[in-house]
């Protein structure tokens, strides 16, 4: 079975150039977890996640980050991170493309359902940006692939 046949294939994306307060609305409307960013051409530019938004609170590299990680004051950065105060056009000022993940793995809408499961397990990710010759044209998720293996294996309908 083929990625193309069990993707997801409307997907809302944001572009680089959005705004936090327009990144937040969308996740808001949507309730999503992450969005797929694209340029003007549909080509995948980066992820942004949840996650990511935090990153406005952090003012320091993400080496820094992973090191405070490992040693008790993460847990008193966080308390004050809590307690910041934030100027009043952060919302404006913050790019999406200030935050967003660019090391995106994707995977072809030709490939197998086995080959994004192996792919998914080597990057530790739980979906991909499928894209067709360089453009993103959907989305799968490991939950996309355990539903078409169940109805190959006529499990559910």
């Keep these: 079975m083929l990625v193309k046949d069990v993707m997801s294939k409307e997907v809302i994306t944001v572009g680089e150039h959005e705004n936090l307060v327009e990144l937040i609305a969308r ?20 992820i942004v996640e949840y996650e990511d938004i935090m990153k406005v609170f952090l003012p320091h590299n993400p080496l820094l980050d992973k090191l405070l990680k490992s040693t008790h004051l993460h847990n008193v950065e966080e308390e004050d991170i809590l307690e910041a105060d934030l100027p009043a056009d952060l919302g404006t000022s913050v790019k999406v493309s200030d935050i967003m993940n660019t090391h995106v793995i994707t ?21 991909m940006p499928v894209t067709k010759d360089s453009i993103f044209v959907g989305f799968i998720t490991l939950f996309d692939i355990i539903i078409a293996l169940f109805k190959e294996r006529n499990i559910i309908e």
């Design 27 to 46: 996740f808001r409307k949507y309730n999503f977890h992450l969005l797929p960013v694209v340029d003007e051409n549909k080509k995948i530019l980066g």
């Design 107 to 127: 995977i072809g809408d030709d490939k197998t359902i086995s080959d994004a499961r192996k792919l998914m397990k080597l990057h530790d990710v739980e979906r």
